[in-house]
């Protein structure tokens, strides 16, 4: 449709009409004809081809170099410019609205944030230019709209329902992003900086207040009224908190998810009262999580939203997902709204050979989405990188080239928590969570079953390389596994560091999930000789080893064949570990070895195997367990290098000194471990401080971890 207004006589005649009947927008299904009309025109534009709604956090305002000169094709060149020409069909445009009521564009009813990120100690090197771009005769949101509809392209203004990048501040040192709004109205957030929320964030604003309603609403509405937006994005997911219900632990109530509906209510009232005057709908897209209980439990009912069309787009998950994007579609698709899956930074930590958000990945990720129905595909938090310029943006929206394109698929893409927003909200989530940050073990008896979801099958004959790659740090032969995919034993593998890559008949590969089996092969039981982790100080330790970030006041260095670590702050982040991810079997039989002498003060081994934990605290005069200070043996630890042997079985735990048994402690190995599963060895805690002379480290389990699984799709090059 074109972006030009109707006959505006046309139109104020039948507003005019409309209201000469008695009849008042707060019962829009009896508002005669021309409502009629702007429904049925909004219900075509809704379900419209859009292949890549892309959306801009508005950062490109907030952050331009400080020695830059200021036009509006340097600004738009940041992120927008680059766009013409690709898949995108929508730019959904965020002016900043973080912190709640701070924006970037032309308001009156929030603040303009015109503050400079310097003299907040933030990115020094750049300057806000949203009042620059206000002398310009502009702002950003208006240049970004000027340019969707001049390249034939939809502009959306994203609204975050309830930002709280704010979430630095303090009295004592104001932040960039705090708002004024709430230096003024403090009881009018969930919590405070001293007595913070255990759910979602403390600055959150508390919906249950009328006046957070009413803001929010006078946001929306002063956008559609003062620009020609094609639609608004209400994103409930930045950020998941809307009622002091939650934050502290509860359930939104019925009372307060009305609340919600009600102000949904009264945005689409608004909009179609504004979309009568300009002659034009303005349509309106949720993104939200893919649960209807959660969002519920949240205060959101958005089935109710769907049934009572209140909402025209559905873009979900963000920080993480729950269930298959089958089950968004459908929703969707029930009430006649069309669905767009969000891909956004994945932000699992870990990660080494593969990457969630390389190119790959996102062609993995949009044709799953697109096999499961979707309308289209929602870009979230791509810009910095690629600045718009990624082939991702010329790529994800065309399903049927991705078929022919490189690939990748991991089991989990997104590993967020759920129950950091919600409590319990984790009880919702239908799909297995499995990244480097959340491994698995592999037992004897306990094999690993995943599925991989697909989002294609291969022609016959198709000429096409697929692999399965299986991380696993500790695996030093592949006849120690079994891999089968759908029930294909796969053969011939290769040892690539710590992964096991294995070659696929690729007309063994299914669109959807690909259930994958990986089992540990029987084999004699092991001696010292055939160690599965072994770490010799001959240098710093390397991956499959990770160190702790550790602080100034922490040291390593190798030095006379043994590598000292010492801790010498008691601030907070004052230690220093190095982790293993051995995959330890919480009921079987695991041990551990090392050579140390230590200097002074406190350090440790440590150890955890998915259930439980355990330390070994090595003092100048003492050994003893974390868990039972009572269980300790009292000797000189710093004169010379002492053998320590760690032995386990199941919740039973024993420590050896130079082969003599020092500490007995049935029964003790129960401690919670918060699902860690890892060796570490290092130096004390932010309290304490401590140095030893680590000679070497070594362990056995009878398991295996499994850190990683991706399957890798190439074509040939033509």
């Not at 079997?585 to 230590?598: H, L, Q």
């Not at 060895?681 to 850190?707: H, K, P």
Request: charged share 25%; proline share 4%.
């Amino acid at each position: 449709m074109s972006h030009s207004k109707l006959n505006g006589m046309v139109w104020i005649g039948l507003l005019l009409a409309v209201l000469s009947s008695g009849l008042v927008f707060a019962e829009p299904a009896d508002s005669g004809a021309a409502l009629k009309q702007l429904r049925e025109t909004r219900k075509q534009l809704a379900h419209k081809q859009r292949r890549i709604i892309f959306n801009n956090d508005g950062c490109d305002a907030l952050y331009l170099p400080k020695d830059e000169k200021l036009t509006l094709d340097k600004f738009l060149a940041k992120r927008t410019t680059p766009l013409a020409g690709t898949q995108v069909d929508t730019i959904s445009y965020c002016t900043i609205s973080s912190g709640f009521s701070f924006f970037t564009h032309r308001t009156k009813v929030g603040t303009l944030l015109t503050r400079q990120p310097g003299d907040y100690g933030i990115q020094n090197g750049m300057r806000n230019i949203t009042q620059e771009l206000v002398d310009l005769g502009a702002d950003c949101l208006q240049a970004v709209l000027g340019f969707a509809h001049k390249n034939k392209m939809e502009c959306f203004w994203s609204m975050r329902m309830n930002d709280t990048h704010d979430v630095a501040y303090r009295p004592d040192k104001p932040y960039l992003l705090y708002p004024p709004l709430k230096v003024d109205h403090p009881d009018w957030l969930v919590g405070d900086p001293v007595k913070r929320s255990r759910y979602g964030r403390w600055s959150s604003v508390d919906y249950a207040r009328s006046e957070i309603r009413d803001l929010a609403f006078r946001f929306i509405e002063e956008v559609c009224q003062n620009y020609d937006v094609d639609g608004v994005e209400l994103d409930f997911f930045r950020h998941l908190c809307f009622f002091k219900s939650t934050a502290h632990g509860g359930k939104a109530s019925q009372a307060e998810r009305d609340m919600m509906t009600e102000l949904m209510r009264r945005v689409r009232v608004m909009t179609e009262e504004i979309g009568l005057k300009r002659g034009r709908p303005i349509l309106i897209m949720v993104r939200a999580t893919d649960s209807v209980d959660f969002n519920r439990e949240m205060g959101l009912d958005v089935e109710r939203w769907l049934q009572d069309g209140l909402f025209d787009m559905l873009a979900t998950t963000c920080y993480f997902r729950l269930n298959p994007w089958e089950t968004s579609v459908a929703l969707g698709h029930k009430y006649g709204v069309s669905v767009y899956p969000c891909i956004s930074d994945s932000r699992v930590k870990g990660e080494g050979r593969f990457h969630r958000g390389s190119v790959e990945s996102y062609r993995g990720q949009a044709l799953e989405a697109w096999a499961a129905g979707a309308d289209g595909i929602h870009l979230f938090n791509l810009f910095d990188v690629f600045g718009g310029r990624s082939p991702v943006f010329k790529e994800v929206g065309d399903p049927k080239a991705l078929r022919t394109m490189d690939r990748l698929y991991f089991v989990t893409v997104r590993d967020g928590k759920p129950d950091s927003w919600l409590a319990g909200g984790s009880k919702y989530s239908n799909l297995p969570i499995f990244t480097p940050a959340y491994p698995k073990t592999i037992t004897a008896s306990k094999p690993l079953s995943l599925d991989l979801t697909v989002g294609a099958e291969f022609d016959a004959g198709a000429k096409v390389q697929v692999t399965l790659h299986v991380q696993m740090p500790a695996l030093r032969n592949v006849n120690d596994v079994c891999v089968k995919l759908n029930g294909h034993e796969l053969c011939g593998g290769k040892l690539a560091k710590d992964w096991l890559d294995l070659n696929v008949n690729p007309a063994w590969i299914k669109k959807g999930a690909n259930p994958i089996e990986i089992a540990l092969n029987p084999k004699p039981a092991a001696s010292d000789a055939q160690w599965t982790i072994a770490y010799e100080a001959d240098k710093i330790p390397a991956k499959p080893w990770t160190r702790d970030s550790g602080s100034a006041r922490t040291e390593e260095r190798l030095s006379d064949g043994s590598l000292i670590i010492a801790d010498r702050g008691t601030a907070s982040g004052d230690y220093h570990y190095y982790r293993y991810p051995w995959g330890a079997d919480p009921a079987g039989k695991s041990v551990i070895e090392a050579r140390v002498k230590v200097v002074s003060g406190l350090s440790r081994i440590i150890i955890t195997n998915g259930a439980a934990q355990e330390r070994l605290e090595l003092q100048p005069d003492r050994i003893e367990l974390w868990s039972r200070k009572t269980i300790r043996h009292a000797m000189d630890t710093t004169k010379d290098f002492h053998v320590y042997r760690i032995e386990t079985q199941g919740k039973d735990i024993k420590v050896y000194v130079d082969g003599e048994l020092r500490l007995n402690a049935p029964g003790a190995y129960v401690k919670t471990a918060a699902n860690r599963n890892e060796i570490c060895f290092g130096a004390s805690d932010s309290t304490n401080v401590g140095e030893a002379c680590w000679d070497y480290i070594r362990a056995r389990v009878d398991s295996q971890s499994c850190q990683d699984l991706v399957l890798s799709v190439k074509h040939p090059r033509k």
